[in-house]
């Protein structure tokens, strides 16, 4: 099993930058893919990004291109989420989770932290 705690979250103007960490527990994290997903009031959750067990994959959603970055450090067990340029549509708990596989759809993965509150002001 892994367990999963995000931290980093908080309240930034529009344009500013946050960095989420999501610290994980247990021996498979290593071989593990992970993705960050956000939800924000009355929507549902949605994939943000993912990369894969090595760290060499990564996969985003269209609207976080070329702002967010997601990495991993597998000797610290953990993987980051880089967002920068901030837009008050960006505002949800952030939530990371773990998978066989990097994928885009919820469904496909197995443990999930509690998430983390991003808050973007205009």
């Known amino acids: 099993q892994v367990q999963l705690v995000e931290s980093g979250g908080g309240l930034v103007q529009a344009g500013g930058s946050l960095r989420l960490s999501c610290a994980a527990s247990?021996?498979?994290?290593?071989?593990?893919?992970m993705g960050w997903f956000r939800q924000a009031p009355g929507k549902d959750r949605e994939f943000v990004a993912a990369i894969s067990m090595s760290g060499v994959r990564t996969f985003y959603t269209d609207s976080v291109k070329g702002r967010f970055t997601i990495s991993r450090d597998n000797d610290k067990n953990t993987v980051y989420l880089q967002m920068n340029n901030l837009k008050p549509e960006d505002t949800a708990v952030y939530y990371c989770?773990?998978?066989?596989?990097?994928?885009?759809?919820?469904?496909?993965?197995?443990?999930w932290g509690q998430g983390t509150q991003v808050t973007v002001s205009s």
């Open positions: 989770a773990a998978a066989p596989n990097p994928a885009p759809t919820r469904e496909k993965y197995d443990y």
């Open positions: 247990g021996r498979t994290f290593s071989i593990s893919a």
